[in-house]
């Protein structure tokens, strides 16, 4: 297969994997790479995402590498031989490439949960609200740019709102839900928003008041996607280079036990959802 200039994060992610298979067979890369008849430097781009591998490889190597989890296999399976075009496609060189990674993630993910602090999470966010957000970025953002961003963000609601969402858990800081990106109209309009949403039987919303005891947890915040096995979760944080996709098993496991730490202080939806009308009624 032809290489690939810039392999997609998905893409990173499954030679990622195979990778870790083939260090816990305890083989190195040429021994790999003469099981498929094929040369370092091809193992090499395959476990880097620079050249593709077909479904059939994939198994043969899974094989090679003692892996009896089948449900991992099939997954991976349906990473390599995956041709989807996406609806995130259309903003390919318009936009930086994390950004139609997190779509892509999204569209194939089970689940998903955040934790926010400072902002509203981005499938809640309004337009008036993403454009507030994306205004900040020094230097300013061009017009077409901006308004680029705003319409991505608003395309990624699909996994909640389309025709086959998916479970969404959302936990808010109180903070984020009392700082007006926008005016007070705008805030309120953002407030109505995350309850129309949270109607939803798929959709959850817990808050964490202000008044709340003996909490550490506000440098907890996290995007977290469930793959098609957990082994293929991926845990996002912002850093200040952009988005880090987080694939550690140790890590992903330390990122849920925090989610469920964070739950667990927060207000049960019905009370979470009285929480925000208080909050809209006071605008």
Not at 50 to 55: D, E, L
Not at 200 to 215: E, G, N, Q, S, Y
Request: charged content about 30%.
């Amino acid at each position: 297969m032809a290489r690939r200039r810039q392999p997609t994060a998905r893409q990173e992610r499954l030679g990622a994997e195979l990778r870790k298979l083939r260090e816990a067979a305890g083989l190195k890369g040429r021994e790999a790479a003469a099981l498929l008849g094929t040369d370092s430097a091809q193992m090499s781009q395959i476990e880097f995402g620079t050249a593709g591998v077909s479904g059939e490889r994939v198994r043969r190597l899974a094989a090679h590498y003692a892996c009896t989890d089948a449900d991992l296999i099939e997954a991976l399976v349906a990473m390599a031989t995956d041709r989807t075009r996406g609806w995130w496609e259309e903003y390919q060189g318009l936009l930086p490439a994390s950004f139609l990674d997190i779509a892509e993630l999204e569209h194939h993910a089970t689940y998903r949960f955040d934790v926010e602090f400072l902002h509203v999470p981005g499938l809640f966010q309004t337009e008036d609200y993403a454009r507030g957000i994306f205004s900040y970025r020094v230097p300013e953002l061009p017009e077409k740019d901006l308004a680029l961003r705003v319409r991505h963000r608003m395309a990624r609601k699909v996994i909640i709102t389309g025709p086959a969402p998916i479970p969404y858990e959302a936990v808010i800081h109180e903070a984020a839900l009392r700082i007006r990106v926008g005016n007070r109209a705008a805030s309120r309009t953002q407030l109505i928003r995350i309850l129309e949403l949270s109607e939803a039987d798929h959709v959850t919303v817990r808050v964490i008041p202000f008044d709340l005891d003996d909490f550490g947890g506000a440098w907890s915040g996290m995007t977290y996607a469930g793959g098609a096995v957990p082994k293929l979760d991926t845990a996002l944080r912002d850093t200040a280079h952009g988005t880090a996709f987080i694939d550690s098993e140790a890590q992903l496991a330390a990122f849920r036990t925090l989610f469920r730490k964070v739950e667990a202080v927060s207000l049960e939806p019905a009370r979470s959802r009285d929480f925000i009308h208080r909050l809209a009624k006071e605008l």
